[in-house]
């Protein structure tokens, strides 16, 4: 296979060994935001499973180039293990950088940031959170 030097070794990494593809049944532990760009089509599911204030696991499905594949699976991968809080600060310029994006494809860092955003968003005002809160 022919390696397009459109793309870091990075984005090609998590192109073809996507980390943590696919989705979960809804359960209590887990939350899941969408998001999308309508210029591109793309279209990005994440999914955190919390325990108290940390990210235990997460995963994503997304419709997309490789550069939408290799930002939900690099996020993915950075999130697990990290607070609630860390995770909110994550943004689509830290993507950016850690994929070496071409700057045509930095809107998918942006469609990253923004799933991982609606996901944690979801937390907000439910049981899930006040017992983040709390214990």
Known sequence: MSVDRHYSDRVWQHFLRPCNAGVWQD???IVSGEAETPASGALMRMQLRLRGNRIEDACFQVHGCVSAIA?????????????VSEAWALD???IDTALA????????????EDALRSALAQC??????S???NG
């Open 71 to 83: 930002a939900g699976s690099w996020v993915t991968q950075w999130v697990r293990g990290r607070l």
């Open 131 to 133: 017992s983040m809160l």
């Open 101 to 112: 994006l071409a700057p045509e494809k930095r809107f998918c860092a942006l469609l990253a």
């Open 92 to 94: 689509a310029a830290q």
């Open 124 to 129: 907000a005002g439910s049981a899930l959170h």
């Open 27 to 29: 359960a209590a532990d």
